[in-house]
């Protein structure tokens, strides 16, 4: 350790008991990890290195190259190299097309999610492990403390969270930075320092420059990610009482919608009611993010009221039914409008579409096909086929947003529906695998809005 330095590196054992503290990883672990070439991930990476390679695993280094400055991919490819002569298999990742003129930090994170998210997908790999550690811990409790944020957003990111198909762990999250730099440092690495990290345009930067101000009023690292702690230890009871209270609320359909019982929302303590109702829009909707506290306030307020026509929140239409004994429910479908998503998919492969469904085309003969949305016309498409399909009795809403195949010809194929034209020569399933499980970990935390990914 250089005698510059005010802590030491991480030791391959400390780490090893981080991991199994962890656990849930196969007997030959998989593990990708996201880089991006500063200290923290770097040092990370290192450290999954030899920790799958005592247990026979191995890890794979995700770099991605956002293209937001001319200097990004050479970068990339530095970082690339440093890799190589580590031994670490890699891969760099691109996200290309059109960038926001606003918003593009939270962009690129989403943009980085998603990219992450699908190569760990392509490669069956079950865990991606981030750098994230208490300096970011602290920044994030602060940002949504100063944006009004409840329990949820106190409790900052959690350690271990599922995403869909992929498993989010942050190994790192209670030590400092400067525990990340000495480790690069152990093992001879070198790395890049990020200029938009003091650019005072964005938030965290801000917040960077002003830590010394904010440690003189107590408000440090270590005290914030106590908050934190403590925040999500609330989180974890809440989210308890919130399942317990969906297990008799609420029905899921294969087909990406759910049918809930008010009753129980609203006689229950309004917290987890409310959160019982968020969730069921954010396990529907398909949305990065969880609709904001007030919106949600409103339509939970108009429920109890007795008089609810309808509405749309959060990506989905929220609808009152009445049941075979006259009793009302709620039917939450994802929204037509917003389902815009179109993502190749060639035999033998899948696609995670509009954040809802894993597509899986069988091998065999045949070209490419496009996952879109069915649709008004691909409905009375497969209403003209076979008269028995529209008496399925799916809600409206959710005819028009299943997941259907189109190529050249039109509609191919209708997994839900059981539909596959004439002559289309392969088979296709869709899996519902929303990217917000109904009941378990808290929400995502994936923007300056909710935390940082």
């Given at each position: 350790m250089n005698a510059s330095d005010p802590v030491g590196p991480i030791s391959t054992g400390e780490f090893a008991a981080r991991m199994d503290r962890l656990g849930g990883f196969e007997a030959r672990p998989r593990v990708?990890?996201?880089?991006?070439?500063?200290?923290?991930s770097l040092g990370l990476a290192l450290l999954l290195q030899h920790w799958a390679a005592e247990r026979g695993g191995d890890v794979l280094a995700l770099i991605v190259d956002h293209g937001l400055r001319t200097e990004s991919a050479a970068e990339a490819a530095r970082v690339c190299g440093w890799l190589q002569a580590q031994g670490i298999a890699h891969a760099c990742l691109r996200w290309d097309g059109g960038k926001p003129a606003t918003g593009i930090q939270e962009a690129a994170r989403a943009a980085r999610h998603r990219l992450l998210a699908e190569r760990c997908r392509e490669e069956g790999i079950l865990h991606l492990a981030l750098a994230h550690h208490r300096d970011d811990q602290a920044e994030t409790v602060l940002l949504r403390f100063a944006r009004g944020s409840g329990i949820d957003g106190l409790a900052g990111m959690a350690p271990v969270r599922a995403a869909g198909a992929v498993r989010l762990i942050r190994p790192l999250l209670d030590l400092p930075h400067e525990q990340l730099v000495a480790t690069c440092r152990a093992f001879g690495q070198e790395w890049i320092e990020d200029p938009s990290n003091r650019n005072p345009r964005f938030a965290r930067a801000r917040l960077r420059a002003a830590r010394e101000a904010l440690a003189a009023e107590g408000l440090d690292p270590p005290r914030l990610a106590d908050l934190?702690?403590?925040?999500?230890?609330a989180r974890n009871a809440l989210e308890a009482g919130t399942a317990t209270l969906l297990a008799e609320a609420a029905e899921v359909h294969p087909e990406g919608w759910l049918r809930l019982d008010p009753k129980p929302l609203l006689d229950a303590p309004e917290e987890l009611g409310l959160r019982a109702l968020v969730r069921c829009i954010a396990a529907t909707g398909g949305a990065l993010y969880p609709p904001k506290d007030d919106a949600a306030e409103r339509l939970f307020a108009e429920i109890a009221g007795g008089r609810f026509?309808?509405?749309?929140?959060?990506?989905?239409?929220?609808?009152?039914r009445r049941g075979h004994m006259g009793r009302g429910h709620l039917v939450i479908a994802r929204e037509p409008v917003g389902v815009t998503e179109r993502l190749d998919l060639t035999p033998g492969g899948e696609v995670w579409w509009d954040r809802r469904f894993a597509v899986r085309l069988a091998a065999g003969p045949g070209g490419a096909v496009i996952v879109a949305k069915l649709g008004r016309e691909g409905w009375q498409t497969v209403r003209s086929a076979g008269p028995d399909s529209g008496r399925i009795g799916l809600p409206e809403p959710v005819?028009?947003?299943?997941?259907?195949?189109?190529?050249g010809n039109g509609l191919a194929a209708v997994p839900h529906l059981g539909f596959s034209r004439p002559g289309f020569p392969l088979s296709a399933v869709a899996l519902h695998a929303p990217g917000v499980v109904l009941a378990g970990p808290a929400f995502p935390v994936v923007s300056d809005r909710v935390g940082i990914i």
């Open positions: 990708a990890v996201g880089v991006s070439g500063g200290a923290d934190a702690r403590r925040a999500a230890r026509r309808g509405r749309t929140l959060g990506g989905c239409r929220i609808v009152p005819r028009e947003t299943l997941p259907a195949l189109w190529d």
